[in-house]
């Protein structure tokens, strides 16, 4: 059975209502099964949960999400072994983003969302709990436009995608690269070798470079390099540092050396990169993966 009502397709999203808040159960209790009536979104805050929808079962962890339709047909099954606290919102859709895939194609559960996810809905149920009035209040532009960019995040990109790269890597090539991002967080003066990281991935030094060709585009020492260089950028946006301070604390002990090679993979020079930041002008582009770029830790 289906409970969904038309809406209409526009440039933004245009919700009718919504509510929510946060519950606490025990271990094992079950909620369901049930039907939607409308569209909720859940993240799990502690505890795990088996979740089923249609004859599917998926288990859901903290931090991620579960998105259910008008006509779902769902039941939770709650962790056994402690108790699960999750937050939720209801809501209804008049008109959706004119961009997005029809909603028969929507993922049900996302798992591991970014933090941007989870801070957007905490924002999201923040607003909730500040109108007194209940659910029967419009929500707002405001509160669209935030319902629009949380669901955007998780319909634009489906975590299987963000991860199936890092995930399809060889086994080598994520150790070695494990060493790699952490001497450059940790200790990016470190001498790196090829053989020392052949050592942490357990092969040959020729098989890792041809690996690290096919799956990294760079040679291991190469990226050891350019993930000090990603580094540097912030460093030059948002320190008062000179130069050759940034130079020195991004693990290059020649500041011309770091200059030329900055340069010649974001096609200026390290001042020239800050001046058109101070201007309000695009950065240059990224030369690494995006799963290889400094990582985000709150």
Sequence with gaps: ???????????????????????????????????????????????????ESDGESHPVKPGDFILGQPGFSETYHWDRQQH???????????????????????????????PLCTNLFRHIL??????????????SPA???????????????????????????PEPVRRALMHIRRLAEEDPHHPLTLNELADHANITEKHLCRLFAKWVGHSPIQTYSLLKLEASLPLLTRTNLSIKEVAQRCGFENPLYFSRLFSRHFNGSP????????????????????????????
Aim: aromatic share 10%.
């Design 1 to 51: 059975m289906n409970y969904s009502q038309p809406f209409k397709k526009g440039p933004r999203l245009e919700l009718g209502y919504m509510h929510g808040g946060e519950v606490v159960y025990q271990p094992g209790e079950v909620l369901g099964p049930r039907i939607l009536k409308d569209y909720e979104l859940v993240t799990i805050i502690e505890g795990t949960v088996n979740y």
């Design 84 to 114: 699960t606290r999750h937050a939720f919102f209801h809501f209804g859709i008049e008109r959706v983003s004119s961009d997005w895939p029809d909603p028969d194609h929507w993922p049900r559960v996302h798992n591991a969302a970014s």
């Design 126 to 139: 923040q607003h909730i709990y500040e109108h007194n009035d209940g659910p029967s209040v419009r929500p």
């Design 143 to 169: 509160d669209c436009r935030l319902v629009e960019v949380l669901l955007d995040a998780l319909l634009e990109t489906p975590h299987a995608e963000i991860t199936s790269f890092e995930r399809d890597r």
């Design 271 to 298: 001042s020239r990169f800050r001046v058109q930041l101070q201007q309000g002008t695009p950065p240059f582009r990224k030369i690494l993966p995006a799963d290889l770029t400094p990582r985000i830790r709150w």
